[in-house]
């Protein structure tokens, strides 16, 4: 019998060990994940919605041709505990009636007015959110421009991007800005992808707002990956939180054909197919939603502090190589590979990315820092980063996260 209570007792001390050890974020914020072209009116069900959300999906951005299709889709939304970015036909023309008969309804996240404007419509926008805002001043308006290669004539409206993002911020009512860049193609990265992050993230610091930022989930020429893989989607979603975005966007959920809708872009490869199946895209969006949602509790409400990047050869355009670590990190080595490495703060703690820039192919990282620094799990646990190996495998676009106590100013 002693020998019984005693093993017990053994159990239980482990078993307190192990709970010490592995700790988990307490705060429980949930990243918001929208789908841009997610279900289509006509499929409006419960079924639709709850697998939309089972992908990790918050938020749903899809165009209705009328109120009342889109009261339908908020009703059922609510079930499945999804929140809707509406658009209908009547937002434009009577901006007061929709906001008024939505307002009230739970499922409502906010009224989509444009995407990627150019310059000169920023006043006409600004006066189409006060409209809105005049009714409805809960929810968020939500306008996404275009990325920094787009042309400065016919679609920016001017050659200083930085600019033409600075003057959204100033003359739009926005609650948070927002920009779409595509830059994983079959064999290669984007050039002016990690510039564009660097422009818009800062331009969102300058304007105290903070910004979302999109994956690509689906293929729209012939240039990007088909399908997409989950190396791809980590390596823009892990990117796109190292600068900061406080929210990431999925183009797109459903898959659309220009022969079916001729206004539309040739979208293929999406997690549901134009003939309503999931294909492989949805098994490998959905771990990536599953990280995201683990993980919201360290990148929720965090904030930048700098981003770097190291390896041989050139550093992206308009980034920043890295020269110096932080405190209580010793060693970091890629061994040469492309990596990104951030510093973001929130609260009492420092959080340390570093991301695996080639999505083709793992890198080893060998990292060392002191006694108090925590690796972060992917299921959003933490352990000493001691009990890891020095050297470990990080695989292609693929993040390594650790958790520091933030160094006090000496007195």
């Known amino acids: 019998m002693a020998k019984r209570i005693a093993g017990l007792m053994l159990l239980l001390l482990l078993a307190t060990i192990g709970t010490e050890a592995k700790e988990k974020g307490k705060t ?7 789908a841009w072209y997610s279900i289509p009116p006509n499929e409006t069900t419960f079924e639709r919605y709850q697998e939309m959300r089972e992908m990790g999906i918050t938020h749903s951005l899809t165009f209705f041709p009328s109120l009342e299709s889109l009261k339908k889709a908020l009703d059922v939304a609510q079930q499945a505990g999804i929140k809707l970015i509406v658009n209908c036909h009547e937002l434009r023309t009577d901006p007061e009636k929709v906001a008024g008969a939505l307002k009230n309804h739970p499922a409502i996240a906010g009224y989509h007015l444009m995407d990627e404007p150019g310059i000169s419509l920023y006043p006409e ?17 939500y306008v996404n421009l275009f990325p920094n290669f787009a042309d400065s004539v016919t679609q920016l409206g001017t050659s200083d991007y930085r600019r ?17 860049f595509y830059p994983v193609m079959k064999d290669r990265l984007s050039k002016s992808w990690y510039q564009n992050l660097e422009q818009f993230a800062g331009e ?25 893989t989950l190396a791809a989607m980590r390596l823009q979603v892990y990117s796109d939180l190292a600068y900061g975005a406080q929210g990431i966007e999925f183009f797109t959920y459903w898959s659309a054909t220009s ?23 949805y098994d490998r969006a ?10 919201s509790d360290f990148f929720v409400g965090a904030k930048m502090v700098w981003v770097r990047h190291a390896g041989k050869g050139m550093i992206p355009t308009g980034t ?50 002191d006694e108090s620094v925590r690796k972060i799990l992917k299921d959003g646990s ?24 933030k160094v006090l100013p000496s007195k």
């Not at 189409?128 to 308006?141: G, L, M």
């Open 28 to 34: 429980h914020e949930r990243m918001p994940v929208l």
């Open 125 to 141: 926008l600004g006066d189409w959110a006060r409209r809105i805002r005049s009714v409805d001043s809960t929810h968020f308006c």
């Open 164 to 180: 033409y993002v600075s003057e959204c911020a100033r003359q739009i009512p926005l609650d948070f800005l927002s920009f779409d």
């Open 204 to 228: 969102s610091k300058k304007a105290g707002k903070p910004f979302w930022a999109f994956a690509l989930t689906t293929n729209y020429d012939n240039d990007h990956l088909t399908p997409q």
């Open 259 to 281: 022969t079916e809708n001729p206004s539309s872009e040739d979208q293929r490869g999406a997690p549901i197919t134009a003939a309503g199946k999931r294909s492989v895209v």
């Open 286 to 295: 959905r771990q990536m939603g599953e990280e995201i949602r683990n993980l």
């Open 320 to 369: 920043v190589r890295l020269s110096k670590l932080p405190e209580k990190v010793k060693v970091l080595d890629s061994g040469g590979a492309p990596i990104l490495v951030s510093l973001l703060e929130k609260g009492d703690n420092e959080i340390l990315m570093v991301v695996n820039k080639d999505f083709l192919n793992s890198i080893n990282l060998t990292f060392y820092g």
């Open 382 to 405: 933490t352990v000493p980063a001691s009990a890891y190996e020095s050297t470990l495998e990080l695989e292609p676009g693929d993040a390594a996260l650790y958790l520091m106590p």
